[in-house]
């Protein structure tokens, strides 16, 4: 166990539809991550948030939106659903914005779009 | 941004040889590379990481090499195993810039033939 917590492990959703997916991070860090990866495709980076702010995006689309909350899980909201956004969705977490130890992912959530 | 390029994509060794894993990045304000490992289904875990200030970093079997000037890092792996068989990442990241997040190349899949 990382210490990340993701949840739900599966999803599967039909085109068009809205799904959260929830992450909790390890004890101690401040620093949330989102990440995207499709079949065959590297480690995609969304969106940062630290301490309850957005910090960095990346290649996050519109439909998608995030949040972390006072108590610093964080959720990723996917709307209006497209079977190209089946992917495993990591949540991943470091002490500061910078990391610089590295992230401690979570294991992931496999969103499966139909 | 950050571009980060990972040479090979696959990569095949017999047990007991080396490999070695190429990745260049872009932004020569970049200042700390880790590696992850990724088995099949599972998290990305890191394995061994370097900051911009080492030219070389050894833990066991692993190596990791730094080359600032040119702006390319290097995973080495030996006397391989078959557990060692696994998809690994590079990613780079600008440790204490505005963003830190971290950008990861594509992923070079290693198999260990016994």
């Known amino acids: 166990d990382s210490g990340v917590t993701q949840t739900p492990k599966h999803l599967i959703t039909a085109t068009g539809q809205r799904v959260t997916l929830r992450c909790s991070p390890r004890?101690?860090?401040?620093?949330v991550y989102w990440y995207q990866q499709s079949l065959d495709q590297g480690l995609q980076f969304l969106i940062q948030?630290?301490?309850?702010?957005?910090?960095a995006k990346g290649n996050i689309l519109e439909r998608f939106s995030a949040q972390q909350f006072p108590d610093l899980h964080s959720e990723l909201n996917l709307s209006s659903l497209e079977l190209g956004d089946s992917a495993l969705y990591f949540c991943?977490?470091?002490?500061?914005?910078?990391?610089?130890?590295?992230?401690?992912f979570g294991s992931g959530t496999r969103l499966t779009v139909v | 941004g950050e571009n980060v390029e990972q040479h090979p994509s696959t990569l095949s060794v017999q047990e007991g040889d080396s490999a070695v894993i190429k990745c260049t990045y872009s932004?020569?304000?970049?200042?700390?590379f880790p590696w992850y490992k990724q088995e099949l289904g599972k998290r990305p875990q890191l394995i061994i990481d370097?900051?911009?200030?080492?030219g070389e970093k050894k833990d066991q079997r692993i190596a990791v090499t730094l080359n600032k000037t040119a702006k390319h890092f290097s995973l080495h792996i030996t006397e391989t195993q078959p557990e060692d068989s696994a998809v690994y990442f590079c990613?780079?990241?600008?440790?204490?810039?505005?963003?830190?997040?971290?950008?990861f190349g594509k992923g070079t899949k290693l198999s260990v033939k016994p």
């Open positions: 991943a977490s470091s002490v500061e914005p910078g990391g610089g130890y590295g992230y401690t």
């Open positions: 004890s101690g860090d401040l620093s």
């Open positions: 948030y630290y301490n309850g702010e957005e910090r």
């Open positions: 932004d020569s304000a970049s200042n700390y």
């Open positions: 370097i900051r911009s200030n080492v």
């Open positions: 990613a780079v990241m600008n440790y204490g810039g505005s963003q830190g997040n971290l950008i």
